[in-house]
């Protein structure tokens, strides 16, 4: 049997094994594929993974022989899988692999808008402690997150964890999910809709998947509602805002700050005015990629492919 990994560098650089998956079948792995290439690389496969290589209905007209399409991530807008379930191709993805990584980081960047640890390293590296009058120094207001409210906007596995998180540090949660599930177990937490979400919230932490209603939901009207002490975190998908407008509510003071690890186009364009926003700290897509997480994720793909091939598929996203 014919395995193609398409794009399995950024899963892999090289820390991870692909012992598991080679038992498998005969495995070809490239680092990277560019469009240009993927019907080359795919042919005679009947098992490919991908990642962030696209497989839409084009593609999928040329691969007669294949049968399973695995998603290495939780995401599968990649694949036309309308397309696939038309040719009898089942698509998986991995659930649940990040939860712990992104809550993780979600509140390292929430801290980073809070203590500016990098900055005020620097400043200590560029001698400004070594020369300071004082015992101590701050470049930047320093901000407690105990009492502080924080809005989750999508109130998942992630969202949840993400609570569970806030609430060691003694804050108060506001969320907003379609589903709201049975939360009584937590204290100082309320459901609310969304514009009351942002109008309490002193920080905006987004969570929810990209539909077409969730789409630009940090818009201009609604960076509005903020206040204007508010800091925004998104550790869920660029798309969800609409860049423009939230560069311009960072550099008129709308909010006080932003903190991102996903951009409405990865990599980002050079023109793109979140980069040169102001209050506006940048991670490139790094949440998912603790090598904890990575394994669990490698692992789980091979047990979504060992399931499908003893007929009993798992995490089938185009039933």
């Not at 395995?3 to 094994?17: A, E, M, R």
């Not at 009947?46 to 998603?71: C, Q, R």
């Not at 991102?260 to 490139?284: F, Q, W």
């Amino acid at each position: 049997m014919k395995i193609v990994v398409l794009d399995g560098y950024t899963l892999n650089p090289g820390d991870l094994s692909w012992e598991g998956l080679k038992t498998l079948g005969d495995v070809t792995i490239f680092e990277r594929t560019q469009a240009a290439d993927v019907i080359k690389r795919s042919k005679g496969a009947e098992i490919i993974f991908t990642n962030k290589t696209l497989l839409g209905e084009d593609i999928l007209a040329e691969l007669p022989e294949l049968k399973y399409i695995g998603v290495l991530a939780t995401g599968y807008n990649v694949v036309d899988i309308e397309a696939a379930k038309k040719r009898n191709i089942l698509v998986s993805n991995i659930p649940m692999y990040g939860t712990r990584s992104v809550a993780q980081m979600t509140f390292a960047l929430l801290l980073e808008l809070t203590q500016h640890v990098q900055a005020h390293s620097e400043a200590v590296h560029k001698g400004d402690w070594v020369n300071c009058k004082d015992f101590c120094f701050w470049n930047y207001p320093l901000m407690e997150l105990e009492n502080k409210t924080i809005g989750i906007i999508g109130f998942g596995r992630i969202g949840q964890k993400v609570a569970d998180v806030a609430a060691a540090f003694g804050m108060k949660v506001i969320a907003v999910d379609s589903y709201k599930s049975d939360q009584s177990h937590r204290e100082n937490f309320k459901w609310a809709e969304l514009d009351e979400l942002l109008h309490e919230s002193d920080v905006v932490s987004l969570h929810c998947p990209l539909f077409n209603d969730t789409k630009g939901i940090i818009n201009k009207e609604n960076l509005l509602k903020m206040k204007k002490s508010a800091f925004l975190i998104n550790t869920s998908r660029g798309p969800l805002i609409i860049d423009e407008d939230l560069s311009e509510a960072l550099n008129d003071g709308v909010i006080a700050g932003a903190a991102l690890d996903v951009l409405s186009v990865e990599p980002p364009k050079a023109d793109n005015p979140l980069l040169s926003a102001k209050n506006c700290l940048i991670t490139p897509h790094i949440s998912w990629a603790t090598k904890e997480a990575r394994a669990r994720l490698m692992d789980i793909a091979v047990e979504n492919l060992k399931s499908f091939l003893v007929g009993n598929a798992v995490n089938v996203v185009n039933k």
